[in-house]
């Protein structure tokens, strides 16, 4: 069986050709606080930007995507074993803190970095 | 939720299925301090919306994204306004008021990393100049000196507010106190002239912001980031895996 899914892959198939303009990477987003409904409490910024993850993850889970051995050996359940168990999935791989702003119910006023608001890169897994 | 403007959906929530409790989990700690709408409007004016915009300015760009070279030394940077502003009898040329700063209740284990106050050092109401400054206020008892005085030095804000430093005593007394931790200040002005301390009295500066309390803070209830670290066996497995993928690929 492992010698089948070799020969799949190591040639790009047609499929493989057709999902390269949509494999999975990192999309630029810009949603404005207002547009959330939170402009009333978050004085800054005005604007996140929190991108997102979008595509096809390949079958064959090369080193810049940066694909844990789970989803190595999860691609190779699916392909073999069990096709019930997904393929990975196209997901954030690092994140950027971002800073806010705000007032709080009390009327203090808050500055404070939130972890992982901000998507850096993608990954499968 | 997105175009429904609300903050009150939380707490309304029923039980939540577990896969939405963590995403849930998060919006509820980006919203558990969360004013209403009509909250907001009157402490967005003044010196200390002034004085956090221009620390917010220093610590993170236009974006949000927290600048490399930020000072503030700490994750969180607290504005406290006194909860009570209590004018008390004039002794003389001194005109006193006592200023109540409840700090709440330590939630979810913040360490305290810097504690100061900044006020008004000089007063200019009415015509009158006035010297300001501001020191601990602690009950009268025969172990206890009726007040204490911190370090102060001038803020960067404007050559009109001075810094003090309570770290030590905030750090000691109250920080680590379970239930209601209330830090009391007294903020004491007295005319520059001494020829005018007579027209002074009766008027009343408790209309302006006359001192506010910083809180640097750092949330230790985060966990630290574990290094991916690959379990032995699955090593091995994927070590005989890949001789084999590249036996068979040859």
């Not at chain 2, 760009?61 to 969180?76: C, F, L, V």
């Amino acid at each position: 069986q492992v010698d089948s899914v070799a020969s799949d892959v190591s040639g790009p198939s047609q499929e493989q050709d057709a999902s390269e303009n949509n494999q999975c990477s990192l999309h630029p987003y810009t949603v404005s606080f207002r547009q959330l409904g939170w402009d009333h409490w978050i004085i800054a910024p005005h604007h996140y930007t929190p991108n997102y993850c979008k595509g096809t993850c390949p079958r064959v889970l090369h080193y810049g995507l940066n694909s844990p051995n789970h989803a190595i050996i999860q691609n190779l359940i699916n392909e073999l074993v069990n096709q019930s168990i997904p393929q990975p999935s196209c997901v954030p791989y690092k994140y950027d803190a971002m800073s806010v702003l705000l007032i709080e119910a009390n009327g203090s006023i808050l500055y404070k970095e939130h972890e992982g608001m901000v998507a850096q890169s993608c990954t499968c897994r | 939720e997105v175009g429904q403007p609300s903050t009150t959906f939380l707490p309304e929530s029923p039980t939540l299925p577990p896969a939405e409790t963590s995403t849930m989990r998060l919006v509820e700690k980006l919203l558990e301090e969360a004013p209403g709408k009509e909250q907001r409007k009157p402490h967005l004016e003044g010196p200390p919306l002034q004085y956090m915009l221009e620390l917010y300015q220093r610590s993170a760009d236009s974006d949000g994204h927290p600048r490399e070279n930020r000072t503030i030394g700490a994750r969180m940077v607290r504005l406290l306004m006194p909860s009570a502003n209590i004018a008390r009898p004039l002794r003389g040329s001194w005109y006193t008021r006592i200023l109540n700063f409840l700090l709440g209740r330590n939630r979810v284990a913040y360490q305290l990393v810097k504690a100061t106050v900044v006020y008004r050092h000089q007063l200019h109401l009415a015509h009158f100049n006035l010297s300001c400054y501001v020191e601990l206020w602690v009950p009268k008892s025969p172990n206890n000196p009726s007040s204490v005085r911190g370090s102060s030095k001038l803020s960067l804000m404007s050559q009109t507010w001075t810094e003090m430093d309570l770290t030590q005593h905030i750090q000691q007394k109250l920080w680590n106190r379970k239930g209601r931790r209330m830090l009391r200040l007294r903020f004491m002005c007295q005319p520059q002239n001494d020829s005018e301390v007579a027209e002074f009295h009766g008027h009343d500066p408790s209309s302006v912001h006359i001192a506010f309390l910083l809180l640097h803070l750092n949330d230790t209830h985060k966990n630290a980031q574990k290094a991916e670290l690959l379990p032995s066996v699955l090593e091995e497995f994927m070590e005989g895996e890949s001789s084999l993928l590249s036996r068979k690929t040859r």
